[in-house]
């Protein structure tokens, strides 16, 4: 029997960088229904009536035990599981799914799992957060706006001075060392806030998921830092493969976990490109792990109230979630205007600017000289000879 408004509400990390804010989020708006789960529960720190649980996502049968103690209705994932097994479970069972995952494998095998959402009466939304989530959203307004798009290029600024956890920072790490035949290039793009930035192509599975829900056959998201320094060093060092051997991995998920350059704000900027026609949109805020959690938390809602259909969407493929940034506003979020929709737009070397907002200097990524560039440069050479 379906649960939804009156079952428990599983947030898998449910005491981490996002889970808290998660957790926090949903038990202002269910009480005494949040239950967050992970491995350490005697660790958690959470409000009054949030329940802590064991679960370990890599221990045969630890979901098997926790679902049958407990009556769970949805489930957020705030973690990237090793597997789709997770997903399954809970579809199988009639159990609701929110996904923050960021990594495109996952995603299409738990994509393939809509038929037996479908007929277990469960809903799957993935692509849930910022990088892929925000991102989405914003593709879906431009290629509405230009009645299509054969182009999209999406962009997106993290603050180098945020605090993550090492999961966050080790995905990252790791999809630095993923190497492709047919890469991107990068290229300098004007964002809200920051002026003209080089960005390189970075695996977020936005750019694979919109390929299917969208059907744009070219598109592209690439990554910088708000700080340039860091952002040319660890491009420059991907270039040299330095992100491709598991020990190297380790060292720098652990440095770039302690060392903060930069601020916490982010901005995402999607252009999209139909014939001779383009138009952009933009998104500052500040504080991704927290709008991620944000987002998480209000397509949670949708789901608990019975306001979206069943089987395994994309967040962008859901009409009832489109006015999601919207609803961000009062958390820091701010949209800016639509760019220009002209065909002098687009710059011959496929970068983007905008006359509505100010530029500045590109630093290279063989430009790592400054203080700051130095200071993680040191610090991981120091590491490293540790190790």
């Known amino acids: 029997m379906n649960t939804t408004k009156t079952g428990s509400i599983l947030v898998v990390g449910g005491y981490g960088a996002v889970g808290t804010i998660v957790s926090r989020t949903l038990d202002g708006w269910f009480p005494g229904r949040v239950l967050a789960a992970g491995r350490r529960p005697q660790q958690a720190r959470l409000e009054p009536g949030i329940t802590a649980v064991r679960l370990d996502l890599h ?37 609701h799914l929110v996904d923050i995952g960021a990594s495109d494998q996952l995603l299409c095998k738990v994509e393939a799992m809509a038929d037996l959402a479908i007929d277990s009466g469960a809903t799957a939304v993935l692509s849930v957060g910022v990088a892929p989530g925000l991102t989405n959203l ?94 040319a060093l660890l491009f420059g060092l991907k270039r040299i493969g330095a992100f491709r051997t598991e020990p190297l991995r380790k060292a720098l998920t652990q440095i770039l976990a302690r060392i903060h350059i930069g601020t916490s704000r982010f901005a995402i900027r999607v252009d999209g490109q139909r014939g001779g026609r383009h138009a952009a949109y933009n998104l500052t805020g500040i504080e991704q792990s927290r709008i991620t959690a944000l987002v998480a938390a209000h397509v949670t809602r949708k789901i608990v109230t019975g306001s979206l259909p069943t089987g395994v969407h994309h967040i ?20 800016w205007p639509p760019g220009p929709r002209q065909p002098t737009a687009a710059r011959r070397d496929g970068s983007y600017s905008d006359s509505m907002l100010i530029t500045a200097p590109v630093v290279d990524e063989d430009s790592v000289s400054t203080a700051g560039g130095r200071e993680v440069l040191e610090t991981f050479l120091d590491y490293h000879r540790e190790v």
């Open 59 to 95: 221990e045969p049968g630890s979901l098997d035990e926790l679902l049958r103690q407990h009556s769970i209705s949805t489930v957020v994932l705030c973690v990237e599981p090793p597997d789709s097994a997770l997903a399954r479970t809970c579809l199988r069972q009639g159990i």
């Open 316 to 335: 962008e493929q859901l009409p009832a979630l489109a006015d999601i940034p919207s609803q961000l506003l009062e958390h820091g979020v701010t949209l």
């Open 138 to 231: 914003l593709a879906q307004q431009v290629h509405q706006t230009l009645g299509g798009t054969d182009q999209l290029d999406i962009t997106v600024l993290l603050g180098a001075g945020e605090h993550h956890g090492l999961d966050a920072v080790g995905w990252t790490v790791g999809q630095l060392g993923q190497q492709s035949a047919h890469e991107a290039r990068r290229f300098s793009v004007a964002l809200a806030g920051y002026g003209a930035r080089t960005a390189y192509p970075f695996g977020f599975s936005d750019q694979y998921t919109l390929r299917r829900t969208l059907g744009v056959g070219n598109v592209t998201t690439r990554l910088c830092l708000d700080s340039a320094p860091l952002t």
